[in-house]
């Protein structure tokens, strides 16, 4: 069902107002993330893997269509975790096991193989924890991601945050899965380097 109302036929009217709007250029794709979105065809393409890569268009169609109805705002640079944001206490567990936790298991024992990764995203180098960056998932949803690596006493730790202004362009659950996506971004930016 998720896939019959997320179609390109559906939303490719909403989809295309993007085009020179909210941080976007104006042409005929949309860049981020190193996907690039055809705005003629709606057909998505991995740069990074330099492949087709059709199985995330209806989260990436549902992403876009609720930032599409966003009005531009300043962001605010103070950093709130997923709780914080409407809603967001009641899905928190699952947001983390399923982008923070991805995290932790891949880049714990390698801060440096998680800066090279992120490096591919276009990320903001910031100070916190044993690093950290600030990756635009969207040119105006920043998500800062802090690592601290795993030592002899203590497993790996992440945390994902967003600019406070992040829920005045998406709705708490397509929040959730812009962090889920750009965790999957960093996997597949370690995969490539690797």
Known sequence: MYRDIWTWEKCRHKINT??????????SSLKFLK?????????IHDEMRNQPFPE????????????????????????????????GQGYNNAFIRRAVQPIEKIFGSDVQRFWDSAKFLDSERLSFGDCSVKIRALPRVPIVIILYSATSEFPASANMLFD??????LSTEQLAMLGELTA??????????T
Do not use: M, V, W
Not at 184 to 193: D, N
């Open 18 to 27: 993007l085009r020179g709007r909210l941080g976007f250029a104006d042409l």
């Open 35 to 43: 996907l690039t979105l055809s705005l003629e065809t709606g057909q």
């Open 56 to 87: 995330i268009t209806p989260s990436i169609y549902c992403i876009l269509s609720g930032y599409a109805e966003s009005q531009p705002t300043t962001e605010t640079h103070k950093l709130i975790s997923y709780s914080q944001l409407p809603g």
């Open 164 to 169: 406070s202004s992040a829920s005045n362009y």
């Open 184 to 193: 999957a971004r960093l996997r597949h930016a370690h995969e490539a380097i």
